[in-house]
């Protein structure tokens, strides 16, 4: 059986759309989906991002295919790490929406595809934190003006209701998994506290 493509895809929320990825999928590309995880985790410690790297080191991957850099990471440090990793066993990357291909046909990186691999990676970490910022100081100064309050005040919600949300659905599968609430928080983007809260009715019922 001759090597396939492989294509990574992944949504930082796991209610996020992820069709646009799913459009650029062409017929016989091996496809790999982490949904509902953030840029943050380390690429080795995702799901599908696992199996990708085990198939690569398995010399069954021709070339990795995804749609931006940024969907292999939010950070400098793993982004070049995963980089690193791929290229060790002569695989090239590409980068749709940039056009790149990270290796030559001799397998070789370019001083351009470098520069240009560390500068984009550098401006994903950037704005990852810069919209991170923005949602923060968004969030304190809608409660300093009394109009953030996160839940509403005086709610009717019934735990029933609260039990079936998709996000509160994702947790609780995520607690079963035995996931720490570290882990949850940075999956789901979602507070320490909702996660406690979420144990404290499941602990009650």
């Given at each position: 059986?001759?090597?396939?493509?492989?294509?990574?895809?992944?949504?930082?929320?796991?209610?996020?759309?992820?069709?646009?990825?799913?459009?650029?999928?062409?017929?016989?590309?091996?496809?790999?989906?982490?949904?509902?995880?953030?840029?943050?985790?380390?690429?080795?410690?995702?799901?599908?991002?696992?199996?990708?790297?085990?198939?690569?080191?398995?010399?069954?991957?021709?070339?990795?295919?995804?749609?931006?850099?940024?969907?292999?990471?939010?950070?400098?440090?793993?982004?070049?790490?995963?980089?690193?990793?791929?290229?060790?066993?002569?695989?090239?990357?590409?980068?749709?929406?940039?056009?790149?291909?990270?290796?030559?046909?001799?397998?070789?990186?370019?001083?351009?595809?470098?520069?240009?691999?560390?500068?984009?990676?550098?401006?994903?970490?950037?704005?990852?934190?810069?919209?991170?910022?923005?949602?923060?100081?968004?969030?304190?100064?809608?409660?300093?003006?009394?109009?953030?309050?996160?839940?509403?005040?005086?709610?009717?919600?019934?735990?029933?209701?609260?039990?079936n949300k998709p996000k509160t659905k994702k947790m609780i599968e995520l607690?079963?998994?035995?996931?720490?609430?570290?882990?949850?928080?940075?999956?789901l983007e979602c507070s320490p506290n909702s996660v406690y809260k979420l144990?404290?009715?499941?602990?009650?019922?």
């Open positions: 059986m001759g090597k396939k493509i492989a294509y990574y895809m992944r949504t930082s929320h796991y209610l996020q759309s992820i069709g646009t990825q799913e459009a650029k999928i062409e017929k016989g590309w091996k496809v790999y989906r982490d949904q509902g995880v953030s840029g943050r985790v380390e690429f080795e410690n995702r799901a599908a991002a696992k199996k990708l790297l085990q198939d690569i080191k398995e010399g069954r991957i021709s070339i990795v295919k995804t749609m931006r850099l940024e969907r292999l990471g939010r950070s400098v440090k793993d982004l070049i790490g995963t980089i690193d990793i791929i290229h060790s066993y002569g695989i090239p990357i590409q980068f749709i929406s940039e056009g790149i291909t990270t290796l030559d046909e001799n397998g070789n990186q370019t001083p351009t595809t470098g520069l240009l691999i560390n500068v984009l990676s550098s401006l994903s970490e950037f704005f990852y934190h810069q919209n991170r910022e923005k949602t923060l100081a968004g969030i304190a100064l809608g409660k300093k003006n009394g109009v953030y309050t996160g839940r509403k005040q005086n709610s009717t919600e019934t735990v029933e209701k609260y039990l607690l079963k998994q035995g996931n720490s609430v570290r882990s949850i928080v940075r999956v144990k404290k009715i499941l602990n009650k019922n």
